[in-house]
């Protein structure tokens, strides 16, 4: 009697031992799944913007690199979706059209107010420096003739 209920012990921990195991796995699975969650298919980290109704997802660009690629070489960008780079100092964030394939509105942010907006930038002048009169810390990139579309304009406040 004493082997039969060891063995119901055993048998008891192992099963016991599996379900914790089960549960394990399936945390770290879906921890990835949630920060796959916030990167687009490019790798780039998504943060939520809004600019009063409009809501976009927007691919941070951080990092010297990210910032210099920017949106270069891309087909386009989807209706909500944009580029937000940030910078660790404020300044006067010049940009430019290198290597791009479609019009954008580029937009200047300093702290969470709209402080300049350059629209309908041509894709095609590719060399021109845009730059902005107003110092920024954060600049969003989206397509051409949103900004007009969407009423977003100077002053306007951005929710991070």
Known sequence: MNNMS???YFHRLV???LILIFLAVTFFLFQGFLRKE???FWGNEIKKIRIGENIFQAEIAATPAKRNQGLSGRENLCENCARLFLFSEKGRQAFWMKEMKFDLDIIWIDSDNVVYIA???SHEKERDLIKPDREADKVLEINAG???KLGIKIGDKIEF
């Open 6 to 8: 060891d063995k119901k």
């Open 15 to 17: 099963i016991t031992g």
């Open 38 to 40: 916030n990167k687009n």
């Open 119 to 121: 629209k309908n930038v």
């Open 146 to 148: 949103l900004a007009d």
